[in-house]
T-cell receptor
Framework: GAVVSQHPSRVICKSGTSVKIECRSL??????MFWYRQFPKQSLMLMAT?????????EQGVEKDKFLINHASLTLSTLTVTSAHPEDSSFYIC??????????????FGPGTRLTVT | RKEVEQDPGPFNVPEGATVAFNCTYS??????FFWYRQDCRKEPKLLMS???SGNEDGRFTAQLNRASQYISLLIRDSKLSDSATYLC??????????FGAGTTVTVRA
């Protein structure tokens, strides 16, 4: 159980184009999904927190107009990188927190999407 | 100061050896602590939660020292498959996780 999928796993796009990444919880409902970015040899950095049916909350320094997040259902969140630039090339990982009673801080991670902008 | 700091390593150990490493966190209000494992170019996978009294899961033992604000992970009888980057992860009670940059462990035959 607790499987999260991401699509695509790898994408190469040209500078100036937009790329959409999907994150799905396959066997559970997720109240909250998180989007992270990881540069080589660095830790995961939280970009935004996405709650179903409401606007995402972005971390300081993350441009909300550049990284559009939509969380349309309890099993799907999307991240769209708009007008991509080479410096946006990174490993993008989503995670999902199960809809459970009480407190649970565990998150389940998707396999990640490697974005290369040329 | 980073929220979560780890010795990056690498720790190179022979099979069967014991390896241990720590992580420190800066927020004294942190509530939950985890060790995740990340293989090269893959997503992090939860290895174990860390409880106040310390806990063991097979060959892995985790300890928490709230007074000194550090967490440790000890791996006994290392296997080749234990080679990975181990991420120290802390939660402050708001469901957001803070990650350390990871400690790399390489187990050699």
């Amino acid at each position: 159980g607790a499987v999260v999928s991401q699509h695509p796993s790898r994408v190469i796009c040209k500078s100036g184009t937009s790329v959409k990444i999907e994150c799905r919880s396959l066997d559970f409902q997720a109240t909250t999904m998180f989007w992270y970015r990881q540069f080589p040899k660095q830790s995961l950095m939280l970009m935004a927190t996405s709650n179903e049916g409401s606007k995402a909350t972005y971390e300081q320094g993350v441009e909300k107009d550049k990284f559009l997040i939509n969380h349309a259902s309890l099993t799907l969140s999307t991240l769209t990188v708009t007008s991509a630039h080479p410096e946006d090339s990174s490993f993008y990982i989503c995670s999902a927190r199960p809809l459970v009673a009480g407190h649970s801080y565990e998150q389940y991670f998707g396999p990640g999407t490697r974005l290369t902008v040329t | 100061r980073k929220e979560v700091e780890q010795d990056p390593g690498p720790f190179n150990v022979p099979e069967g050896a014991t390896v241990a490493f720590n992580c420190t966190y800066s927020n004294s209000a942190s509530q939950s602590f985890f060790w995740y494992r990340q293989d090269c170019r893959k997503e992090p996978k939860l290895l174990m939660s860390v409880y106040s009294s310390g806990n063991e899961d097979g060959r892995f033992t985790a300890q928490l020292n709230r007074a000194s604000q550090y967490i440790s992970l000890l791996i006994r009888d290392s296997k080749l498959s234990d080679s990975a980057t181990y991420l120290c992860v802390v939660n402050h009670g708001d469901y957001k996780l803070s990650f350390g940059a990871g400690t790399t462990v390489t187990v050699r035959a």
